[in-house]
């Protein structure tokens, strides 16, 4: 029994942290999560292909430079190496999973005034879906990953921005 309630203090102590940590991170890099949130909402499987592309490619890389660094008998620079390759793709993922996070939230809070209500609902309702065992551990945490990604590595790349304004909308009227 004491077992059990170590593990949902545990689980609970991990779901504040996650809801402290994007509130924090929103705080700083608030825009860039913003273009992360719309390419996503926009352009859901294209955030999803991207995404997959971009991780598969660089940790193949990253794996293929710690397998050489061992075959070479331990050089650890090119380990080294492949963190340095890893770390663009850590980036990526911790951006998206921000912008996915306040889509999330904005889904489930929409009435909700306050950022800090939105992120810790996003955060919160995201940790419970993806600690499902196996249809979340293997299914939607990929997914959810793979798809922030995409969108972080489009609102890079593409600087036109796919929200209307409504002064813009009332233009085109």
């Known amino acids: 029994m004491s077992q059990i309630l170590s593990l949902v203090l545990l689980v609970i102590l991990l779901i504040v942290s996650l809801v402290a940590f ?30 997959l592309v971009n991780f598969a490619f660089f940790t193949a890389v990253a794996l293929a ?11 650890q620079i090119l380990g080294l190496l492949g963190l340095v390759v890893l770390l663009p793709l850590v980036i990526g993922l911790v951006f998206g999973l921000a912008g ?6 904005e889904k489930f809070a929409p009435e909700s005034s306050r950022s800090i209500f939105r992120t810790a609902w996003g955060a919160v309702m995201l940790a419970l879906a993806c600690g499902l065992p196996f249809v979340g551990w293997f299914g939607l945490l990929p997914f959810v990953g793979l798809v922030g990604l995409g969108g972080f590595i489009l609102s ?5 921005s796919k929200t209307i304004t409504t002064s813009e909308a009332g233009q085109a009227g």
């Open 22 to 51: 994007f509130s924090v991170f929103e705080l700083f890099f608030n825009r860039r999560i913003e273009r992360t949130r719309e390419f996503v909402e926009t352009a859901l499987w294209r955030s999803f292909l991207i995404g």
């Open 65 to 75: 430079l710690f397998v050489l660094g061992d075959k070479l008998g331990g050089k």
């Open 100 to 105: 996915m996070v306040r889509l999330v939230g």
């Open 156 to 160: 890079l790349f593409n600087h036109e």
